[in-house]
């Protein structure tokens, strides 16, 4: 295997192979950008391109793992997955502020007026959904994906095909011209830095391709969250390979170690989780990557906390929760649906989606769904790393005063605020019902090595 | 001394039930199941209730009394039973509390409200009707026999607990309830004399020995529980009591305090608002009580020692196999002594000795300084196994797919079961009585869903989490866990510490789970006052 595969080894590019090479040289190029500097000088992780491994033994795997429902919610509305989820299933408008109370820049036309259209899911945990409902608002299907951007930018590249593939996914016409931008526009990442550690600035041209168009904010094709990225993915595994060190001493587990160097957010469930294994590798001398192929996976969902209308148990989950797209072997989905097969009945009666019950509870929004799901990636280590040089960390972790379970990376030197929390319930007790989500959650830092 | 007052809150030594954060760790505890006709008058149920009130056992005196028996056995060498006293408990079920008060609608945990048949499925129980572990043959807790009113009763005198038991269940029947379930279980060294099963349950091994520290004080310049280890100057790092043993927040087990910060170790989180606070979870008298959660446990002894005999012989394990292998299921041995301090051979004497015995970590040094040999970090589980019992419901420092060691501690239960039944001969393959036994298992928390629901259904239940080395996963928690997936209901494990690769499947052993329900309830633990009036009242 010398080339990299595509997520899950999908099998789309047999009828262009040559986007195969093209895959490989975007992943390629993702991995050679990998760059880590302390002071100006290189330093070396121990971190490799799974194609040119350090040495030819067997590479161990571990498998970090997380929840698909953004952890960001558990903070701001503890015990109310409902609630939570209600927030984050509509698509949000760039530019404004999200479910997870977070605002990204607004996409700008070339007389810099925000573009309303330009939308993405509030999803942050690499899973992301999209509802299909009928015309009374209830769930009749929930389609996941954790497909990276880039992958179907990849897919772009060649107009018909982007369009072949869009209509094979979504089952109806899609116009291929819905699929790319028709004006140009520009857009600031917060997510990416450039070489001064500045936001970086995208210009996008007509026809370009849109990720955010409206056919994959429906369908939910691929992930559209700004840190929902494959490059994302290779980034913090490679940073996490680093030692860390605060004030010499070794900085091995979080919220401590992902703060450290801004190389993920340490709010999510999957950041963190990714960076502790990865770093426990490295940490062991062990040369560490990501296995080839490269990608997200939806490796599970708990059928056990699924009932039927009445309550009573559903045994076997996979009657209605139904891979997509997926490796050969089932082992890595990247595409899947819940839905009730046609002509289903329950007791007699149709049978529809949202009579299913999750946790009790009937279903109403994806993000119910998504709290039943396991998500995870591959991480392979190769022993004989040599010591490396210590990283000292410039943020550590501080609560936010208002949500003290929410951390905000603060520069080392800075105290951290207490929370105050007896006040802070006083406070709450004198305002309206859902005040603490509305309380205002500090923006989020983000700083990335390179 | 300068305390955080909300992370170390003074707690309500007279209005908390002792058995909550105490424990009331009696050697004989009878459990006392009643349920409330829908004829039965209210006011009737309420005049019981406020007749039995000021028998339940507050905190303070459980507190005292341990730090008396403490006291004598540093100073006079003794441990001094208290053979007169007998402390009680109670706690009540959703649709009781509906009934006898007027706000009862306002706890919004749906596992409470549902109660724990609801749940069973979800907890992995066999779902279908009539088999071993389904609701349908619970003896207490199914669709016919749910209870309303669950009573403790504990002592160190076994008569006494049987009078008392007689007395209070006679009184009930007369006062119109209907009892549903009572039993007692006693510490295994009851039945024939021996102190070595002292503490232990019917597989053997010794149990109950790690347990969270809870924070708090019990005046102004007293915590709750005994400390020696130093606070980190990180505040994001978890904080221990002694030698292994995380501090957790008293909100993380009774209402109305600052919760466990799933991000902070040693900060406040906030507490789950009462009414009328805006989202509240519980009424306002839920304070200073407590969510029980009961299970009545059938354990089937002869199975699991059959099993691991003949599984070990396959695995060609060396030196006393059947014992090492068991030992890998729990992550002890069977004396208490941890894999991750003794892996290759049980030490008694590090098995009697605590805080010894619960001095370690799995992802870092802990240099515990007690003269037995420290654990080392042990990531890959090839001392204790990643699918342990011990390690899959208390992962402590390692990270797993909640996150950072800080996200495991708002998960932990305050545990205080007591087994039922008579023992077994150690490393019986037989059981010709066919006298049931097992465990009355029996935890306090905060939230049922985040605490006992979570370490079953997310973790043990799990071949994949709380951590995953591999692809495929571990496996699953082979003494209690479940696999509700597949029909056949087979579990299976790596024990890497016998070799790489091999995987150890229950299937052609044992058709069904040797260890599985035969009843339970999910109960509220009124504080004093509340019980006193507003639920007796």
């Given amino acids: 295997m010398n080339t990299f595969l595509p997520p899950a080894g999908l099998r789309d590019f047999d009828a262009r192979p040559a986007l195969y090479q093209t895959w490989h040289t975007t992943m390629a190029e993702l991995f050679s950008g990998v760059k880590f500097t302390d002071a100006g000088q290189d330093i070396r992780p121990a971190f490799y391109s799974p194609l040119t491994p350090p040495s030819r033994a067997n590479p161990a795997t571990a ?32 530019g404004t502020r999200d479910g997870e109370r977070v605002t990204f820049r607004p996409f700008l036309d070339a007389h810099g007026k925000p573009l309303p259209t330009q939308q993405y899911r509030a999803q942050d945990e690499y899973l992301e959904w999209a509802v299909q409902r009928d015309s009374g608002g209830k769930a009749l299907e929930i389609l996941l994906t954790c497909e990276g951007p880039e992958y179907w930018s990849t897919i772009a590249s060649d107009p018909n095909f982007l369009q072949q593939m869009y209509q094979a996914i979504v089952g109806i016409p899609v116009p291929q011209a819905d699929l790319f931008f028709n004006q140009t526009c520009t857009w600031v990442d917060l997510n990416s830095s450039d070489a001064n550690g500045n936001p970086v600035n995208r210009p996008f041209a007509v026809g370009d391709y849109n990720p955010y168009n409206s056919w994959n904010l429906k369908f939910a094709v691929h992930l559209t969250h700004p840190a929902n990225q494959l490059g994302a993915e290779v980034n ?8 860390f060190t605060r004030q010499k001493a070794p900085v091995l587990t979080n919220p401590a170690l992902t703060c450290c160097q801004g190389i993920g957010e340490p709010n999510r469930s999957s950041d963190p989780n990714i960076a502790a294994q990865v770093n426990s590798l490295a940490m062991a001398s062990n040369f560490v990557t990501l296995r080839n192929p490269v990608g997200l996976y939806l490796l599970s969902i708990d059928g056990s906390r699924f009932q039927y209308p009445d309550g009573k148990p559903i045994i076997d989950i996979t009657r209605y929760f139904q891979p997509l797209r997926q490796s050969s072997d089932g082992s890595m989905i990247v595409r899947a649906a819940l839905r009730v097969p046609a002509g289903e009945t329950y007791n007699g009666r149709p049978l529809l989606l949202s009579q299913l019950q999750l946790d009790h509870q009937p279903i109403q929004f994806g993000g119910q769904v998504a709290a039943a799901i396991t998500m995870g990636l591959f991480a392979q280590a190769l022993p004989g790393a040599p010591a490396q040089s210590a990283t000292e960390c410039a943020l550590k972790p501080c609560p936010d005063p208002n949500f003290p379970s929410v951390i905000i990376p603060t520069d080392v030197n800075t105290p951290c605020r207490a929370p105050h929390t007896a006040a802070l319930v006083d406070a709450l007790a004198d305002t309206a019902p859902g005040a603490r989500a509305s309380l205002t959650m500090k923006g989020r830092t983000r700083v990335r090595i390179r | 001394m300068s305390v955080d007052s909300d992370l170390e809150p003074l707690l309500a030594l007279d209005d908390i039930q002792g058995n909550i954060l105490g424990g009331f760790n009696k050697d004989h505890q009878g459990m006392l199941a009643l349920k409330m006709p829908d004829s039965m008058p209210i006011p009737q149920a309420k005049q019981w209730l406020s007749t039995l009130a000021p028998e339940i056992t507050a905190l303070r005196p459980v507190h005292m009394f341990r730090q008396g028996r403490r006291h004598a056995l540093q100073t006079e060498g003794i441990e001094r039973l208290d053979m007169a006293s007998i402390w009680k408990a109670i706690a009540f ?85 209907e009892v549903v379930y009572c039993e007692i279980g006693h510490d295994l060294s009851f039945y024939d004399g021996n102190d070595e099963r002292k503490g232990h349950e019917q597989f053997g091994f010794k149990d109950g020995i790690s347990q969270p520290a809870v924070r708090g004080r019990v005046d102004e310049v007293t915590f709750f529980a005994d400390r020696t280890e130093p606070v980190p100057d990180d505040p994001s790092e978890p904080t221990y009591a002694l030698p292994g043993q995380a501090l957790v927040a008293v909100g993380s087990f009774v209402l109305g305090y600052a919760k466990q910060n799933p991000s902070f170790g040693s900060l ?26 009961f299970r009545r446990l059938n354990q089937d002894v002869p199975a699991f020692n059959r099993f691991v005999s003949t599984q070990a012989a396959a695995l060609a394990l060396s030196a006393t196999p059947a014992e090492r292998l068991a030992a890998l299921f729990v992550g002890r041995w069977k004396s208490g002594a941890p894999l991750a301090r003794v892996p290759a051979a049980d030490d008694p004497n590090l098995g009697r000795c605590a805080p010894a015995n619960n001095a370690f970590l799995y992802n870092s040094c802990l240099a515990a300084r007690d003269g037995f040999q420290d654990s080392t970090p042990d990531f890959s589980g090839n001392q204790c196994p990643i699918v342990a019992h011990i390690r899959k419901v208390n992962p402590r420092d390692l990270p797993t797919d909640q996150g950072g060691a800080n996200e495991t501690l708002p998960h932990r239960i305050l545990r205080r079961g007591i087994p039922f039944g008579p023992p077994l001969r150690d490393g019986a393959l037989e059981d010709r009585g066919r006298e049931p036994r097992g465990l009355l298992f029996l935890s306090y928390q905060r939230s049922i869903e985040d605490g006992f629901e979570f370490l079953a259904n997310r973790w043990m239940n799990s071949p994949t989490k709380p951590q995953l080395l591999l692809g495929i996963g571990e496996g699953f928690d082979m003494l209690v866990g479940s696999n509700p997936q597949d029909a056949d209901r087979q579990r299976s494990c790596i024990m890497p510490a016998t070799g790489a690769g091999n995987r150890l499947p229950t299937k052609g052993l044992h058709s069904s789970d040797w260890v599985y329900p035969s009843g339970g309830g999910y109960f509220f633990a009124p504080s004093l006052t509340a019980l006193r009036d507003v639920i007796a009242k």
Avoid at chain 1, 63 to 89: C, F, H, M, Q, R
Avoid at chain 2, 268 to 292: Q, Y
């Fill in chain 2, 93 to 177: 079920s959703y649709p009781a509390l509906t009934r006898l008060t007027v706000d009862s609608n306002q706890f919004t945990s749906a596992s409470f409200r549902g109660g724990l048949a609801q749940s069973s499925q979800m907890l992995g129980d066999p779902v279908t009707e009539g088999t071993a572990g389904s609701p349908s043959t619970w003896i207490v807790g199914g669709e016919r026999n749910a209870a309303d009113v669950f009573c403790i009763i504990a002592s160190d005198n076994p008569d006494l607990v049987r009078q008392e038991l007689q007395r209070l269940t006679d009184s009930a029947r007369t006062a119109g309830f």
């Fill in chain 1, 63 to 94: 498998t970090p793992t997380w929840n698909g429902y953004p952890k960001i919610l558990t903070e701001l509305y503890p015990g109310n997955v409902l609630t939570g989820s209600a927030g984050i299933d509509e698509p949000t408008t760039f």
């Fill in chain 1, 236 to 243: 913090l595994a490679a940073a996490a390979s680093l030692r």
């Fill in chain 2, 268 to 293: 406040p989180d906030l507490p789950d608002p009462l009414a009328p606070a805006p989202n509240a979870v519980a009424p306002s008298w839920a304070r200073n009580g407590s969510f029980l959660v």
